[in-house]
Nanobody, 115 residues
């Protein structure tokens, strides 16, 4: 069984930065694709960033150049560094682990960008 626990969300002013963390339990983290998704009120959940087992990354167009996903396989943790935050980045951010057709989700962490 895999559990994902996100942390690092909060309230930040436009232009500010936050770093989200997602710690995974279990033994499959290093061989899993990790992702960050977000869901704003009244909108569907959308992909923000992905990182493969080999470290390749993919980003939504709306966050390219501002967000960076990274992983530490020794700590079983994936990170999302968010810079130059905008009000439209406000959402609940979810961590996702994908492994041979299985998916696991964290409970989400709220990010609010407002002055």
């Amino acid at each position: 069984q895999v559990q994902l626990v996100e942390s690092g969300g909060g309230l930040v002013q436009p232009g500010g930065s936050l770093r989200l963390s997602c710690a995974a339990s279990g033994s499959i983290f290093s061989i899993s694709v990790m992702g960050w998704y977000r869901q704003a009120p009244g909108k569907q959940r959308e992909l923000v960033a992905l990182i493969t087992t080999g470290g390749s990354t993919n980003y939504a167009d709306s966050v390219k150049g501002r967000f960076t996903i990274s992983r530490d396989n020794f700590k079983n943790t994936v990170y999302l560094q968010m810079n130059s935050l905008k009000p439209e980045d406000t959402a609940v951010y979810y961590c996702n682990l994908g492994f041979v057709g299985l998916e696991y989700w964290g409970q989400g962490t709220q990010v609010t960008v407002s002055s």
